[in-house]
């Protein structure tokens, strides 16, 4: 079956930029979705198609997809950003996601 | 606004089924423009998809659960529902009612991103 593979945790200052990749076999050639979830909160889509953002959605959050790896990248990360991130992509039309990230801002 | 509303029993016992219903306002289960989805969270752990239906009445599961997952839609009510069977432990999670929108532009249909997600409702599976 077909994986996704994310890092437990990535920490940021405030003001940095974060990146969080996401890896599995020829993601490139598949649509990666980024979804953030705060604690307690249901998860918030944050990139679609690889690099498009919803309506709503700041600027700062930023995705691209190449080759194993997608990346979504977090411009001048805020407080606000803490939360967990999940890649998540469409494999043989059954819904797989990523492990999930844990994004410390401090 | 589009909104999800899961319900249902809070509190399954193990070997039963859990039985859960999404309510959907704002939009329509009749429309073969989404996908409508079940996605669970075990606590403290990652996003598990569960299965989809159409508007159509075809559905796809989770390989993994295939054999003890079914779903259904009621266009009348406008909700869609999700029966697990043979529950155990493992099965203990918050339920998210999710809509993914497809893409029918080229001809064809494509999922491209969940969009609206319930507020999840968490089913315990305990005796």
């Known amino acids: 079956s077909y994986e996704l593979t994310q890092p437990p945790s990535v920490s940021v200052s405030p003001g940095q930029t974060a990146s969080i990749t996401c890896s599995g076999d020829k993601l490139g050639d598949k649509y990666a979705c980024w979804y953030q979830q705060k604690s307690g909160q249901s998860p918030v889509l944050v990139i679609y198609?690889?690099?498009k953002r919803p309506s709503g959605i700041p600027e700062r959050f930023s995705g691209s997809n190449s080759g194993n790896t997608a990346t979504l990248t977090i411009s001048g990360t805020q407080a606000m950003d803490e939360a967990d991130y999940y890649c998540?992509?469409?494999?043989?039309?059954?819904?797989?996601f990523g492990g999930g990230t844990k994004l410390t801002v401090l | 606004q589009v909104q999800l509303q899961e319900s249902g029993p809070g509190l399954v016992k193990p070997s039963e089924t859990l039985s859960l219903i999404c309510t959907v306002s704002?939009?329509?289960?009749?429309?073969?423009?989404?996908?409508w989805n079940w996605i669970r969270q075990p606590p403290g752990k990652g996003l598990e998809w569960i299965g989809y239906i159409y508007y159509s009445g075809s559905t796809n599961y989770n390989p993994s659960l295939k054999s003890r997952v079914s779903i259904s839609v009621d266009t009348s009510k406008n909700q869609f529902s999700l029966k697990l069977r043979s529950v155990t432990a493992a099965d203990t999670a918050v339920y998210y009612c999710?809509?993914?929108?497809?893409?029918?532009?080229?001809?064809?249909?494509?999922?491209?991103?969940?969009?609206?997600w319930g507020q999840g409702t968490l089913v315990t599976v305990s005796s």
């Open positions: 998540q992509a469409w494999d043989s039309s059954t819904v797989v």
């Open positions: 198609q690889d690099i």
């Open positions: 999710v809509r993914n929108l497809l893409d029918c532009s080229g001809g064809s249909c494509y999922p491209r991103k969940f969009d609206y």
């Open positions: 704002g939009g329509s289960v009749s429309s073969g423009s989404y996908y």
